[in-house]
């Protein structure tokens, strides 16, 4: 159908092969060869008899290769192929294709020997190739013809290999024709190895960006980490801050209780004085006055008594806490200082727990006593005098806690750690 509406029956693939030569390199026609398929094959397909392949190879030479497939069953096939070959190309006219050379310098005849179809090799060498010259058979070499079908049909048994005949030389361009394919092939090959080293280069690089990448990332976590710690390290400087300055009013309350203890104490001594004195008559005013006065003092030495007792516990608590991590923490804080960028990091961690262990240990607890009450101005005195005595404690513990390490030093560090150890001496 295909024919008979102008398809070109010599147009071969990409490689160059016919519709005939695809045919002839497979067993299908010969297991059809009751219903005559090559036969209809060689007269409709006529026009691709004389053609050849990208390597110069003709209808009798893919006759001597053969298929890959099947093996065994090629020398009688070839057979088969041949006769019916050599028929048609003696009807018309083209019997001088068995002795045309592909691009490599060979015969059918010679790639027959190759391909170990001797039998069809021998036929063909004597029939077309004797001596190396062409043979043109014509539709008038009847008896030639006949000769040739003959000596077909009897072949039956293989007969011997000779010993094939050396390579013609090839000129240049016949040797650089059968090399372009090698060429191309290489380069090909190259181009190949080439593309693939770059895409290795290429998934190199992308895994190595990809490795970048989770390393940032991991590096934000730590930082964003990091931010949170100090977050919560201020936060607790804050907080210790307040209650500095909290216990530092506590202190000046009570300084001014012991300054209006004093004041009462003076007073309580001029009114003694003023009662050794000869007693003279007085109205019943006077000793209301005194009775009020006389209770007014006693509720100051009670609240007096209380803040000082109050005053002496958080004292103590506070003591506890500074003295014992006074040095670690200052110790700290110079190593941060004279840190390097790269330990820097872990200096401050080290600095941000220690800080917080210290503060944990703060946890000021509300004294939990009853008002005394104060019945003798010597005991009031007493008192006073051992409230002086703390006091005096408090303004040096943190020093004393330091040692020789100068504040100057710390306040250039830090300033809320600071303001925690300084509170006595800034009063």
Known sequence: MLV??????????????????????????????????????????????????????????????????????????????????????????????????????????QVAWGSGLSALALLLEEQFSDNDRSVELTAKDRQSSRQLESVLESVTEPIPEPIPEPEPV???????????????????????????????????????????????????????????????????????????????????????????????????????????????????????????????????????????????SEYAELTSVVKPWARPVLTALFSVAESSEEDRDDAMSMLGKLLGTATAHYRPKRPLYNDPEVSDVNAIKAVLETEELRLQKLESVVSAACGDMPLDRVRSVVGPVLSLLNNGNTL
């Open 4 to 109: 008979r509406r102008g398809a070109n029956a010599a147009r071969g693939n990409r490689h160059g092969l016919t519709p005939l030569m695809l045919a002839i390199s497979s067993h299908r026609a010969w297991h059809q060869r009751g219903a005559r398929v090559f036969e209809w094959l060689l007269d409709t397909l006529s026009a691709g008899l004389i053609k050849r392949d990208r390597k110069g190879r003709t209808l009798a030479h893919w006759v001597a290769l053969g298929p890959s497939e099947d093996r065994d069953l090629w020398p009688q096939v070839s057979v088969y192929y041949a006769r019916l070959l050599a028929r048609k190309l003696i009807q018309c006219g083209h019997a001088e294709i068995f002795a045309w050379q592909d691009y490599s310098g060979k015969r059918a005849d």
């Open 170 to 312: 090839l000129d240049p361009y016949t040797r650089f024709a059968s090399q372009a394919a090698d060429i191309i092939r290489q380069s090909a090959a190259d181009m190949r190895k080439d593309h693939l080293q770059a895409q290795r280069v290429i998934d190199e690089d992308t895994k190595y960006a990809a490795k970048l990448l989770l390393d940032l990332r991991s590096e934000r976590d730590s930082a964003q980490t990091t931010a949170k710690e100090y977050q919560g390290f201020s936060e607790k400087c804050v907080d210790l801050q307040d209650r500095e300055h909290m216990l530092r009013r506590k202190v000046e309350c009570a300084v001014n209780v012991q300054m209006s203890a004093r004041v009462t104490t003076a007073a309580i001594a001029q009114h003694q004085y003023q009662h050794s004195l000869p007693r003279r008559t007085g109205s019943s005013s006077d000793v209301d006055e005194l009775r009020a006065e006389y209770q007014m003092l006693r509720q100051s030495a009670a609240s007096y008594e209380h803040h000082s007792r109050r005053l002496a």
